[in-house]
């Protein structure tokens, strides 16, 4: 299992960010996948998590209707579209398998993360 986040960087407030997850070793449709965020001194925070068809998605408060998931099931991407962008919205974001799930973040399988930082 290999999960490698990209397409973070600097964005305005207001502005928009395309996270991707390329995922590997695994038969990606089977899981259901998740994004999760990390502040500096903060906790790790659940953000979203899609179904395996891409059919059921789930977001935390604080970014419903500005952030959507999705995923290509073809190319084994997950995907996280940031809009109206706040700045406390900074943070690296994580991609996992599973629902709510951190269960690859951490470890080996899990990638380095991608980081957002929202400032004017």
């Known amino acids: 299992v290999q999960l490698v986040e990209s397409g973070g960087g600097l964005a305005q407030p207001g502005g928009s960010l395309r996270l991707s997850c390329a995922a590997s070793g695994f038969r990606f449709i089977s899981y259901y996948m998740s994004w999760f965020r990390q502040a500096p001194g903060k906790e790790l925070e659940w953000v979203s998590s899609?179904?395996?068809?891409?059919?059921?998605?789930n977001y935390t408060d604080s970014v419903k209707g500005r952030f959507t998931i999705s995923r290509d099931n073809i190319e084994s991407t997950l995907y996280l579209q940031l809009d109206s962008l706040k700045t406390e919205d900074s943070a690296k974001y994580y991609c996992?398998?599973?629902?709510?799930?951190?269960?690859?973040?951490?470890?080996?399988?899990g990638g380095q993360g991608t980081q957002v930082t929202v400032t004017s």
């Open positions: 899609i179904d395996g068809n891409g059919n059921v998605a």
């Open positions: 996992t398998r599973g629902w709510k799930s951190k269960m690859d973040i951490g470890t080996p399988r």
